[in-house]
């Protein structure tokens, strides 16, 4: 059967489109291209769908900048050199609304293709403060995919798959290293520079720590 | 309060957002260019916002033809001249997941602007081959409405309205020259050629005969 893996080019997703493979899917990976950082999760998402053998890579560009309000898609400074305390709150970088986007287009995707499945490489514990990303929202959205879609109508509902939702950094990249993942070649900052990882963003950050509490070294940041 | 109203340029936006204004709300109007008829629909769109006192005015790109599986997105032919009969099953007309990604946008836009309202002129009743004009799936999206934003997680999640789902194209043609909107500019045909409507696609034959229906001409069309 075929699955829609939303692929970034980060560390979640890469991870995403292992378990996808190892569920004995046939991964089309897609990655949607919303933000102002394109060029470098472009090379990155190619790199993750060439090295893990998804079957096909698509690309679809949504231009929510022109609907601003986040740190990724409008001018506003992503934040640096947080503590863990400070990353409670709903950030700046939170994008309106772009997980549904997101499964959106893979939905539209998945019904093209005949998929069965949808991959979504959500973490609920990592990022408490994206609304987006909780349990609770899966299945909503699990509801709007069966009742969206001719699949659905026809009564074989797409599935929203979202393996990683209740793991912690640390267990996600002991998941993927288990799978064969080079995390060398994944891209998960926020504000890259140059087109290198900053180090210092929220996301950098958690992955860096999330390395080092397994003993390892962020083969990107180290 | 603002509302995000959903505006193709079509008869059904365009009646959406006289109702809106009705209703007291400060419209704020999105219109997803996801098509190949961008030009036209744009015109239109602006036509319509500016008619009925839009306070803005954005355009969002989404290149679902990146995807594809529709004739409106890809190249595969529009259907002519079909009688009701023929108009059951679900088209090849049919965008995948289409208003799923347009609600996502208005929830975005929503949720930027803090609107609490998003207006949609979905329609279950003269395209009862499209999964996503139920109202089923309308209340399960309003659930993913409440779940996926801040505004939700704060206890003021965005209403999904839509006035017209109920409606025969007769019925929303009188609610909306009752609430002063201009057809003549509306834009509605699935096919242009040169920019005018083709006549003869479901969408041009549907308004043809509920004009005809109220004893009127279509001003596009007549």
Redesign the interface.
Same mark, same amino acid.
């Given at each position: 059967m075929r699955s829609v893996v939303l692929l970034s080019g980060g560390l979640d997703s890469a991870t995403c489109l292992a378990i996808a493979k190892a569920d004995g899917t046939e991964p089309y990976a897609l990655t949607v291209l919303y933000g102002q950082r394109h060029a470098v999760e472009i090379e990155a998402s190619k790199k993750v769908a060439n090295s893990l053998g998804a079957i096909e890579h698509? &690309?679809?560009? %949504?231009?929510?900048s #022109?609907?601003?309000?986040s740190a990724l898609t409008a001018d506003i400074d992503v934040p640096k050199d947080r503590d863990e305390s400070q990353m409670t709150d709903?950030p700046v970088t939170?994008?309106?609304?772009?997980?549904?986007?997101m499964l959106?287009?893979a939905?539209?995707?998945a019904?093209?293709i005949g998929a069965e499945a949808i991959y979504a490489g959500v973490n609920a514990l990592d990022y408490s403060g994206y609304?987006?990303c909780?349990p609770?929202?899966i299945a909503? &959205?699990q509801? %709007?995919a069966?009742? #969206?879609?001719?699949a659905?109508?026809e009564g074989k509902p797409i599935e929203i798959r979202t393996p990683l939702i209740m793991l912690t950094k640390a267990q996600i990249i002991e998941k993927g290293l288990s799978l064969g993942v080079d995390y060398g070649i994944t891209h998960s900052c926020y504000d890259p520079v140059d087109g290198r990882a900053c180090g210092h963003c929220d996301s950098c950050l958690i992955r860096l720590k999330a390395f080092e509490s397994l003993g390892l070294t962020d083969p990107v940041l180290g």
């Open positions: 698509k &690309f679809v560009s %949504v231009e929510l #022109a609907i601003g309000g709903i939170y994008v309106p609304a772009r997980n549904t986007v959106s287009l939905l539209g995707y019904e093209v609304p987006d909780r609770e929202y909503a &959205f509801a %709007v069966k009742l #969206a879609t001719k659905g109508v």
